[in-house]
Nanobody
């Protein structure tokens, strides 16, 4: 399974970006997907997750109301729409996935088996 993240870039505070994560290669059953982010010297932290059916999402408190995660299973792609960006959103963003056995959506990094390379998001003040 390969996960390819894209869409990062430089944006001014208050602006928007949309990240994409496309899955290819061997498919995995019930792919729950998530986004994490990491800044230098810090742990990789959960940002948002979505169940394989798209019927449930979870967000970190820091992004609730500003970020929206969606998916297009026909395209094997998930999208993270990021609005009202803040300088503290600056980070490398990683998409990740795991096979979901239930409707519960994990937020912990060890639960995610498949990882893509990161995409850098820089928000200027």
């Amino acid at each position: 399974v390969q996960l390819q993240a894209s869409g990062g870039g430089l944006v001014q505070a208050g602006g928007s970006l949309r990240l994409s994560c496309a899955a290819s290669g061997r498919t995995f059953i019930n792919p729950n997907m998530g986004w994490f982010r990491q800044t230098p010297g810090n742990e990789r932290e959960f940002v948002a997750g979505i169940t394989w059916s798209g019927d449930a999402t979870r967000y970190a408190d820091s992004v609730k109301g500003r970020f929206t995660l969606s998916r297009d299973n026909a395209e094997n792609t998930v999208y993270l729409q990021m609005n009202t960006l803040k300088p503290e959103d600056t980070a490398v963003y990683y998409c990740a996935g795991y096979s979901g056995a239930s409707s519960y959506l994990h937020t912990s990094r060890p639960a995610y088996v498949y990882w893509g390379h990161g995409t850098l998001v820089t928000v200027s003040s």
